[in-house]
């Protein structure tokens, strides 16, 4: 199975950027469609962004335009860049794989 690794979280100030990171194991990741989900406390999971191998990228209209996904196929990785951050999007971010491969996710916290 592929294993995944999200780096990148933090405590951010509203109003900030962030680029969360998601790091692959093995050598066929440029075929890999990739997602980006997150959870905030108490809530369910919320898919937030997709980006197929061709780089193609999806979105959920709640975050078109502050959420841009991207992908590194020489590094195995796939990145989530988010602007303009606000305390709704404080959560544990996950980034999802093939054969519904997950990683431990990382945390992002927005406070002032």
């Known amino acids: 199975q592929v294993q995944l690794v999200e780096s990148g979280g933090g405590v951010v100030h509203p109003g900030g950027s962030l680029v969360l990171s998601c790091a692959a194991s093995g050598s066929t990741f440029y075929l890999y469609y990739m997602n980006w989900y997150r959870q905030a406390q108490g809530k369910g999971r919320e898919w937030i962004a997709g980006?197929?191998?061709?780089?193609?990228?999806h979105y959920p209209d709640t975050v078109r335009g502050r959420f841009t996904i991207s992908r590194d196929n020489s590094k195995n990785t796939v990145y989530l860049r988010i602007n303009n951050l606000t305390p709704e999007d404080t959560a544990i971010y996950y980034c999802q794989g093939p054969q519904d491969s997950w990683g431990q996710g990382t945390q992002v916290t927005v406070s002032s």
């Open positions: 980006i197929r191998a061709d780089g193609g990228t």
